[in-house]
């Protein structure tokens, strides 16, 4: 059995991990802390949790009962943590964007936070299961990737060489549910009379994200910013709970035929547990993913066959936060992937 | 007063026109139509239009009382009705997609329908008054624009001669609500179950505006497909009732100031009724133009100057379809052009 | 012309009250005023509403300017301010509920506050239009109706001396949208992932309306609550931006003939401009009154004729709040009680 | 292992079942069908059930390779095909509203359906395991409660003895989510435009669930019709997906303490799996029960003690369809009552 800790976990990632783990069958919950409801028993704050006999302690509780600890608290709160927690021999999953950026400048650009810790920087590892396997199930540290970063690098990601050919910077529309925006921006963003009957762009040019997605991009791709440009990102803010759709305009400068397209994505969706390709034809929408830990993935070109649209959609609070934060968890410990996810 | 008549008056587009026409000064209302529910009075369909007295007629009823036609009624009913409704010495507007078109097979390709009256394609006004006031004014048939073709239009032609620099394709990224996605797609598109809760992409490179806004675009601008490439336009369904946000991505091989973008923009809005341009770092969400008749358009680009995003809201019902068309109706009939719709 | 301020211009009900006068006639604006948006121009703070070049003063402007002023401010904020506008010689329509409760110890027990101004109380007229017409016009101060009281009182008092005959107390089950319930509840009520997809009662035996509904019920009928019981109302909260559906349940010791009721009501309707009564079989839903000052009304009996359901409909900012205020400014000014309002 | 069949796995309730079987470890399934996507891929037609490899098949199957039988069809379809299956020898869970009602000339009057299979009535155990434990396991023919009418019978029938003393009619205003509701009623009720954004109550005095609710509580209770009244429903429809509140109003003639309440409630709760008593001060609101198979009720008096609101919530497809029936299932086969509920 893991014995886990959850730092936050009252919020919407916490809560959602909570749901997950309930039926985790090689999992010990030891500790579960919210500075909002510290004292109050977990399933009195949130009925639905009736499985939960726990109380919510406070967040600066010893954890030295746990072997790892998820971190779903702020940016700046887990740059504070993460060290110590790390002293003490705990490993860490940290669902933040505290450790994702490898560049303390750009960091210190998108986040507005001075990088406290950069000497963990290297050190690590980036949570997206279906590229860094071996990192992650050695890490101390593992970077929960952001739930926009998940969506856009897991449709441009599986074309592998052929993004040695994009000839322009991939275009990544995005639109999330509120609850993959609202932590991330402020007040108003998430008032319901706000978000409904509305939509909206925000951050254009600006989100934390992009810096994310570049970087991993072109770590694990011959994709050259230099050469073709920056990645541009637009998140727009959709009246759903969850979700995110993305869409993805690729450029290549030759035609690259449909077999080409689709023999990358389904070989690599066939090695991935949570990675499915659509059928020819069909793109996903946002309930295909709804409350599952999959990324599902369609692809669609013009006549000319150069300018594709790549369309994927998840679940923000599953496969794009608490879920793959459990598939990361399962690979640290060595358990089966998918445990407790199916 | 101009004696108007409406086939089609219990749909969508047709209720709306019937909303905005009740405080009209200059209208009186002669016919009103529907298939569905002839016979029965206005006010017993739609008890919030109390102050309709009428009777829906038939579809084929006499129009000759009537100086002027709305014609809110399905592609295939408006290309046989029109022909008959101009030998009558009625003059129409035509809010199907019907006569937008110049090349009959581009038409069929993208509706489905052979042409039957390609000899009034070219007396046919495109109705969007932004562009074409003189040619409304003077028409007898009036094709008001698609609802995603004015949100893409009014967002890239006030860049005028800036768009001959343009080096790459737009890429219109568009999301409608349910009432101007659902009238032009399947059956379960518009089912409550379906779209709540869901988004998605639909028609990738197979919507029949593209034809429409690529058509335009080149007819008003120095944009070249031939050098440039085909606009890009993938329409999504949101899960709210109206309005239509495009994010339009725009890439200059050299730097456009934002002076430039913002004096082009500027400019036309000033001269432009319905037109809003956002301040600098605004982008308008669907909010803003609900219910009303204007379109407003918000600009950002990233650091090198080079991208460009430009975002447009309007309200699919008004600007993007009825309102539209009585402010057609206004220009043709000598009237100001914003009589009704303030 | 009249001259008119709205203190708390920039709230859901000034927003509101904006919306409706910029076509008013009647009425010249000479005062806005905002504690969260003063300094700024009223059209940048709400895009949609570009008629307006005025900016947001302070709440404590000088009001000298102004014949008449419309507070949409707390109810502890309207305590302090009514006494000395009133001071002043200016007239107030207050939509707060400071003023509606003539029983001070009812008033602290449901607002938990104080009631520093008791002295009005007996002068304020409760802006009902269709029972204290002469009281309001008369009026220098006017104690704006609760929402939900609004849509009580119409589906019941109409059938005025029937209401002797109820041998139990009339039951209001009330649904209303988020910003006629936003405004009155803590914090977490208003998110958007607590509201969506969701629906909740909330102050069960315990809200502020129910005794405005008990005493304008006792007051302008029949019903005797020491015969037949308290009024109970329950409010709930519905997942949409506005409206309010009142479901009310009436019981007759001896059946009730359709006829009987249905004449009642119709007969009220049409005195009333802003009062409609469906055609039997039919029942009003949320839609029909949205975006107008309408109230619509509908009955159904069981098989006993014992058992009534009178379903009421609203849009809980305009009847509800600041159409009901404007209809109340007209007949204050003597001008036409719908003035500005179709 | 228990050999399944579900005739109408594709509609709403089939759909439920699959989802909550794929992982119920005791099921076999050897039959799903669907008229309208026979032929078709389960995993093709609902991306998201990626673990089904089986084809639909025609309604008309062969059911011989099934030990038990879920019918998801319409209430003629059902009244139809359930005697032939248990000819066959295969027990069924009914899913539809035909086995419900004992009295064939109220089930006429309420479905406008003639009943074709009187003499399987008696037999039918109504599947609201909570009362029919012993029936339901040795049945046959299993009629599943109607989603309303488990609401309203598990947030009144805990009273027990209680009932006794009621002096009037419950009143239950039931309020559902479209899924819920769309299934029982015409056309437009389930079209998003008609839906979102808006409320309505409808077949007011005249719903199939208001003689399923009033036959049951009087078979279970010592409530008298006769003495009291027929009991009151009123179904409204909310726009979200999924979810049913109601609020019951009951009336003593002395009043009943919280101690006397709060006790029949949670001693009930107790020897419950499914049923969840609210702490005092707390109603549950739609959420808690999302997704799961769980009632969850509460209760709030008035200071007399003599009113009672009682609310409950359940998720319409699961306890209210689905969940129950696979409950219903676990029973009939001796399984664990919660076996792949939790």
Known sequence: MVRIGIIGAAGLSGRELLHWLKNHPQVKIELLTSSKYQGRQVSE???ELTAYSQVFEPN???VSACDLVFLAIPNQASLELVPKLLEQGVRVIDLSGAFRLGDTEVFSKFYQLTHTAPELLDEAAFGLPEFYKDEISNARLVANPGCYATGALLGILPLGDLLAELDRAPII???SGVSGAGGRVEGDMTNYVSVNENF???????HQHQPEIQQYLTE???YSTKESGDVIFTP???????GILSTIYLHFPEAITVAEIRSRFSKFAAEQKFVHFMDEGDLPDLKVTLNSNRVMIGAESDESGQNWVIVTSLDNLVKGASGQAIQNMNLMCGLDESLGLL
Chains 1, 2, 3, 4 share one sequence.
Do not use: I, Q
């Open 220 to 222: 694990l791709s011959p």
């Open 60 to 62: 600066e509780s010893d």
């Open 236 to 242: 727009h803010l959709l009246p759903v709970n969850r």
């Open 173 to 175: 529309d995005a639109k």
């Open 45 to 47: 704050v949130f009925p």
């Open 200 to 206: 909206k762009a925000y951050k254009v040019f600006a």
